[in-house]
């Protein structure tokens, strides 16, 4: 099942998020408005948003309030992705030119950072004292899994608790505080928000370790990049921590991420790349991110029977076995 499909019936307040996205970061500026609008034209699955959307539906669904959660997420999103792509060095994104190679990094932290305070102006229109506090914690969160993924480049003496602690700060707490926020700003039962927090952490790992597989099995065509980006940045991720566990690859491996290291990237990473695929460490990623798939669907057993809840069900088998 395409995402999209699953989205159908809520087609008509998605297209109401993204108006207000676009409404939200227009400027007067006119440098500001090309390139945030760049950003935002380059798409995105909005997952964040749709994960804020069916989580009010738990509650008193009002779409004027889940507006000030759902758009601030996504722009949070969009930001870190502006900024990762300065760090990264990455030339495109789905596709299309990154602010940063379409300007220069100057004019991408700025835009990132303009649309951090676009979020967060519009999320204090929201008087509830603990949804800033539980979104204040997580963008802490975010910046020291960026600062460890930095720290952590071509680093092969990691561990897995470690990778796990990086993605949970990077990726997984925006995609839980998103369900968590949702049910909230709708007046839910704690019991409910707290469901559905735990539904979207485990959904988030779920997504980013799936995320590190396709880097290292997808094509070009499904990814908007070349295959095996990760590693060329110095980005060890789980299938490779696993693929430098097996004795007889270990050291063939090191000398190839030793050389990539050695050349910043600058070079063909096809013969690591064969050597992970023919590891053991793809099929375990596998296998851990669908334990998180099962954490996800057995938080779910809290909510009520609706259909809100079967959507979340249905994104969540998507995000484990999506092909982009």
């Not at 159908?8 to 440098?31: N, P």
């Not at 190679?101 to 929201?126: C, F, H, P, Q, V």
């Not at 720290?151 to 505080?177: M, W």
């Amino acid at each position: 099942m395409k995402l999209w499909d699953i989205y159908a019936t809520m087609k008509s307040d998605v297209s109401f998020i993204e108006r207000e996205l676009e409404r939200t970061i227009v400027s007067d500026h006119e440098l500001l408005n090309e390139t945030s609008l760049h950003l935002l034209k380059s798409g995105g699955k909005r997952i964040r948003p749709v994960f804020v959307l069916l989580s009010g539906k738990f509650g008193t669904y009002d779409l004027d309030q889940l507006k000030r959660v759902a758009v601030p997420l996504e722009l949070i999103h969009m930001a870190s992705l502006v900024h990762d792509d300065v760090i990264d060095d990455a030339s495109t994104r789905r596709g299309n030119l990154t602010v940063k190679s379409k300007w220069d990094n100057r004019i991408a932290m700025y835009t990132g950072d303009y649309i951090y305070g676009k979020a967060l102006m519009l999320i204090t229109e929201l008087k509830n004292p603990s949804i800033h506090q539980i979104l204040s914690r997580a963008m802490v969160q975010m910046c020291l899994g960026e600062m460890e993924q930095i720290r952590d480049f071509f680093n092969t003496e990691q561990s897995v608790r470690q990778y796990l602690l990086r993605i949970r700060r990077k990726t997984a707490i925006l995609i839980a505080i998103s369900c968590q926020l949702g049910a909230i700003a709708a007046g839910a039962d704690s019991k409910i928000s707290n469901a559905l927090y735990r539904y979207g952490y485990n959904v988030g790992m779920t997504f980013q370790i799936r995320d590190d597989v396709l880097d290292l099995t997808g094509t070009e065509a499904q990814l908007g990049k070349p295959p095996g980006n990760d590693i060329k940045q110095g980005n060890i991720t789980l299938p490779v921590l696993f693929a430098l566990q097996e004795s007889k690859l270990r050291d063939p491996l090191l000398e190839q991420i030793k050389h990539i290291h050695k050349l910043n990237g600058e070079t063909d990473v096809t013969e690591a790349l064969d050597m992970i695929r023919a590891s053991r460490g793809i099929q375990k990623a596998e296998e851990l991110a669908n334990q998180y798939l099962e954490k996800a669907l057995d938080a779910l057993k809290a909510l009520p029977d609706q259909r809100a809840k079967r959507s979340l069900r249905d994104i969540a088998h998507f995000i484990a076995s999506r092909s982009h």
